[in-house]
């Protein structure tokens, strides 16, 4: 999913420098050490290790973090899902898209749409 996603971000003309991490303690370790603040953060809830769910929770508790906008993308449509992500302070929850086309519109009006 992150080399669709990466591709997404250049299909949709979106200038931004992206930073991927593998898992979500290194996700973590980014975030804290705060050598560059990203202007949104797309997270993915089935990540290794540390999955996007605590990431999410560790980014709401965090004074330093819990600004940064967090767009979660996830294969669940789940309302209970998306209700728990809002709660836990994502601005937007994408279901990710059966197609790549969709995937770029989805992520190209969300970034936008964040950054306006």
């Known amino acids: 999913m992150a080399t669709l996603f990466l591709a997404a971000v250049e299909e949709a003309k979106i200038d931004a420098i992206v930073f991927r991490v593998a898992d979500g303690e290194q996700a973590l ?3 804290r050490r705060g050598a560059i603040r990203p202007d949104v953060v797309f997270l993915d809830l089935n990540m290794p ?3 996007g769910w605590e990431v999410l929770v560790e980014m709401s508790t965090d004074e330093s973090l819990r600004t940064i906008p967090v767009v979660v993308l996830s294969t669940s449509s789940l309302c209970i ?3 728990r992500a809002k709660t836990l302070g994502a601005r937007h929850y994408l ?5 790549f086309d969709d995937l770029v519109a989805a992520v190209g009006s969300t970034y936008r749409t964040l950054m306006a």
């Open 81 to 83: 899902d998306k209700d």
């Open 95 to 99: 279901t990710k898209p059966s197609t």
């Open 29 to 31: 370790e980014y975030l």
């Open 49 to 51: 290790r540390v999955d």
